[in-house]
Every structure is written in structure tokens, then in C-alpha cells.
């Protein structure tokens, strides 16, 4: 067996992987705090659900990467503070985010995070941390579906422009 071919909990992580999940743990933070708030504005009770489930992920996410940061002697990025609850009447309207609005934002999010998470899960020597960035990738691509779902039923999405290719008789 080669250099790493033994546990792969035992191997040391590599620059690149080091940095990758360091990177994508200060998102999944900002992540959190964002969708905190945006919870905070949004009125539509579905997408209050998706909001709600993606904090959880994402707060999944946070807790199984601090571990393995931490027992690789990394530390670890600042965490933000977590968002108070607010009523949404108490945001004035010229300043409170529309349901439209979060739920791009939120689409957005899940999309960056499925390249992410694939970009780490490409770099990985490691078995162990590929397997928990493919089951993150997982995860967001089910909440990806569930976005897609909901977007398309509220009249939320925008499609680009449509392409129609005419073929020449």
C-alpha cells in the first residue's frame, strides 16, 4: 500500500483540502446567519419551511467540519452571532426582503454549494472527507429540487431566455 493507504482518519489533510473545507465552513457560517435573517423577512409559509430546513443543513454541515478540523489541528474560522427572531411586520416595507427575492438568493446558495462541494470532493485525497462532501452534495441537491419545486409553484422563477432553434427546411 502507498503513503496513504492506511485509515484515512490518520492521514493528514493536505493544503488544498485544509483550505477547501476551511473555505466552505466560513460560508456555511455566513450561510447560517443570512438565512437567519432572511427567515426573519420572509412571509410565504413554504418558503419559512425551506429557510428553516437549510439552517438545519447547514448547521449539520458546520458541526461534522468543525470536528474534523479541529481533531486535524486546524483552527477554525469565526463564527457570526446568531440572528435574534424578529416579526416581519416590524421590518418596515421599504426595507424588508420579498419572498421572491430570498427564495433567488436562497437557489443561488444551494447551487454554489453543489459546485463546492464537488470541487472538494475532486481535490480529496482522503476517502473519509470526499464521502462527507459527497453526502453534503447529496443533501443540497434535494434541497436544490425542493427550491426548483417551490420557485416554479409560487410564480417565483425567471427563466432566462428561452433558446427556440430553427432548422432550415
Not at 50 to 55: K, Y
Request: aromatic share 4%; net charge negative; hydrophobic share 40%.
Amino acid at each position: 500500500m502507498g503513503i496513504l493507504g492506511g485509515n484515512p482518519k490518520e492521514e493528514p489533510m493536505h493544503y488544498g483540502e485544509v483550505f477547501g473545507v476551511w473555505m466552505f465552513l466560513t460560508a456555511a457560517k455566513g450561510i447560517i446567519a443570512g438565512n437567519q435573517t432572511h427567515l426573519n423577512h420572509a412571509g410565504d409559509e413554504d418558503l419559512r419551511k425551506l429557510l428553516e430546513e437549510v439552517i438545519q443543513a447547514s448547521q449539520q454541515e458546520v458541526k461534522q467540519i468543525e470536528t474534523l478540523l479541529k481533531n486535524n489541528g486546524v483552527g477554525l474560522p469565526p463564527t457570526p452571532a446568531e440572528r435574534p427572531k424578529a416579526s416581519r411586520e416590524d421590518i418596515p416595507a421599504g426595507a424588508r426582503f420579498q419572498d421572491p427575492e430570498i427564495a433567488v438568493a436562497v437557489s443561488g446558495e444551494i447551487a454554489a454549494g453543489l459546485v463546492s462541494c464537488s470541487k472538494i470532493m475532486g481535490e480529496s485525497t482522503r476517502e473519509d472527507i470526499a464521502m462527507m462532501f459527497g453526502q453534503f452534495h447529496t443533501q443540497k441537491a434535494a434541497l436544490g429540487a425542493k427550491a426548483l419545486r417551490l420557485n416554479k409553484e409560487k410564480g417565483w422563477l425567471v427563466p432566462p431566455p428561452l433558446h427556440h432553434s430553427k432548422v432550415d427546411d
